[in-house]
C-alpha cells in the first residue's frame, strides 16, 4: 500500500461495529457525568433510557425532522439501539460500576474521543449527501442537515434535558456554542463547498485531514484539560471586525453599579450642603 492511498482506504472505514460502539460508550458516559443523571436512571429508567437514545441518534433525529422524515427512523436500526442499549446499561447499572472505571483508564478514554470524533465526519458527509438527494445543489439545506446530523445531540440538549425533567433554556447551543457544535458547522460548510464542487480536493482526502484535525484537537483539550475553543482569537477577531466591541453584561453591570454609587455621592454631598445653608440661615436669624 503506497501512502497516497491511505486516505481513500481510511474513507471506505466501516463505523459499524467499533466506531460506532466508541460513540455509544462516549455519548452515554457523558450523560452520566450530567448533574442528575443518575439519580434519574435509578427513579425512572425508561426516561434515562430514553435520554441517552438522544444522546447516541440525536443528529439522525434532528436531519430527519428537517427533512420531513420520520424522526423514528433511527429505531428501525435494531442492531444498533440494542447496541447502544447495552452500552446504557452497563454505564447506568453495572455493578460497582465497573464498565465506568474501566472507561476512566485515561488512555482508552483518549481512543474512544478519538473513534467518536471520526464518526463525526461520517455523519456529516452523510448528512450532506442526504440533503442533496432531497434538494439539488440547496447549500443551505446541505449545510443546516450536515450540522444536524453531525451535533444533533448537541443541538437538542434542551429537549434531551427535558425528558430528564430539567429545564435550562441558557444552555441553548445556538446562544452559546460548544467546541463540537462549532467545529461540526465548520466542517459541514467544508464538505458542502466539496460536494458542491467548490473546493478543489478529493472528498477523501477531505474527510481525511478534518478528521486528523477533529481527533488531534480532541485529544490535545482532554490532556491538556482545556475547555476553550481552538477558534477563540479567530472568532474575537472577526466578531470585533464585523459586529464591533460590544460590551459584555458584566461590564455593563459593573458601569451601572458604578453610576449608581457616584450619584449617591452626589445626593449625600448636595444634602450636606442643603443642610449647612439651613444652619447659617438660622444662626443669622438668631
Known amino acids: 500500500m503506497e501512502l497516497w492511498q ?3 482506504l481510511f474513507s471506505r472505514l466501516p463505523m459499524f461495529p467499533f466506531f460506532d460502539l466508541a460513540h455509544y460508550v462516549a455519548s452515554v458516559m457523558a450523560l452520566k457525568e450530567q448533574r442528575g443523571a443518575v439519580e434519574v436512571s435509578v427513579r425512572s429508567p425508561i426516561a434515562c433510557w430514553f435520554s441517552a437514545m438522544l444522546h447516541c441518534f440525536g443528529g439522525s433525529v434532528l436531519s430527519s425532522l428537517m427533512l420531513a422524515e420520520p424522526p423514528v427512523g433511527f429505531l428501525a436500526k ?14 447506568f447499572y453495572c455493578p460497582q460500576d465497573l464498565f465506568c472505571r474501566c472507561f476512566a483508564f485515561l488512555p482508552l478514554r483518549l481512543l474512544v474521543a478519538g473513534m467518536k470524533e ?8 452523510g448528512g450532506v449527501a442526504h440533503a442533496d438527494s432531497h434538494f439539488k445543489d440547496a447549500w443551505l439545506v446541505m449545510v443546516a442537515v450536515g450540522w444536524a446530523r453531525g451535533a444533533g ?3 437538542i440538549s434542551n429537549f ?5 425533567g430539567v429545564w435550562k433554556p441558557e444552555t441553548n447551543e445556538l446562544l452559546k456554542m460548544s467546541y463540537p457544535v462549532k467545529v461540526t458547522l465548520i466542517g459541514a ?6 460536494h458542491s464542487q467548490y473546493l478543489p480536493i478529493a472528498r477523501h482526502n477531505l474527510m481525511f ?3 486528523i484535525f477533529l481527533v488531534v484537537s480532541k485529544v490535545t483539550m482532554m490532556l491538556t484539560r482545556s475547555a476553550a475553543s481552538p477558534f477563540a482569537p479567530l472568532e474575537a477577531a472577526l466578531g470585533h471586525m464585523f459586529f464591533g466591541s460590544q460590551k459584555t453584561p458584566s461590564k455593563l453591570k459593573g458601569e451601572g453599579a458604578a453610576s449608581s454609587n457616584g450619584s449617591s ?6 444634602e450636606q450642603h442643603h443642610n449647612g445653608v439651613k444652619k447659617r440661615q438660622a444662626k443669622k436669624t438668631e
Open 6 to 8: 491511505l486516505p481513500l
Open 78 to 91: 435494531g442492531t444498533n439501539i440494542l447496541l447502544a442499549s447495552s452500552v446504557w446499561y452497563f454505564v
Open 118 to 125: 471520526v464518526t463525526r465526519t461520517w455523519k456529516i458527509t
Open 153 to 155: 445531540g448537541g443541538l
Open 160 to 164: 434531551e434535558q427535558l425528558v430528564r
Open 189 to 194: 460548510v467544508l464538505f458542502t463547498l466539496q
Open 209 to 211: 485531514l478534518y478528521t
Open 265 to 270: 455621592v452626589c445626593d449625600r454631598s448636595s
